[in-house]
Nanobody, 119 residues
Framework: QVQLVESGGGLVQPGGSLRLSCSAS????????MGWYRQGPGKERDLVAV???????AYGDAGKGRFTISRDSRKKTVYLQMNSLKPEDTAVYYC?????????????WGQGTQVTVSS
């Protein structure tokens, strides 16, 4: 399994921006579908965005309109650019790596990074 390490979380004011990063170990990054999920207090884990090995993207309701997922194959890193942040975006954000066609829960997860949106 691939090891994932997230970074970039923190405290930001409403309307601000953050960029999360997720670095992957191993030699299979280029064939993996990478995703970002989030889990707010008392809520289930929700899909934010996924990006395929070829760069195709898809967004969950949590990520539509304000968030952008991207990947850098040379750095084995996937990013989540978050703009116009709202208090309801407060959550632990998790990186996921999985083989194409498989389920996220069958893949690898990072430890999570906390994002808090508050004035």
């Amino acid at each position: 399994q691939v090891q994932l390490v997230e970074s970039g979380g923190g405290l930001v004011q409403p309307g601000g921006s953050l960029r999360l990063s997720c670095s992957a170990s191993g030699n299979y990054f280029n064939v993996l579908t990478m995703g970002w999920y989030r889990q707010g207090p008392g809520k289930e884990r929700d899909l934010v965005a996924v990006i395929s090995s070829s760069g195709n993207t898809a967004y969950g309701d949590a990520g539509k309109g304000r968030f952008t997922i991207s990947r850098d194959s040379r750095k084995k890193t996937v990013y989540l650019q978050m703009n116009s942040l709202k208090p309801e975006d407060t959550a632990v954000y998790y990186c996921n790596a999985r083989r194409a066609g498989s389920k996220a829960d069958d893949g690898s997860w990072g430890q999570g990074t906390q994002v808090t949106v508050s004035s």
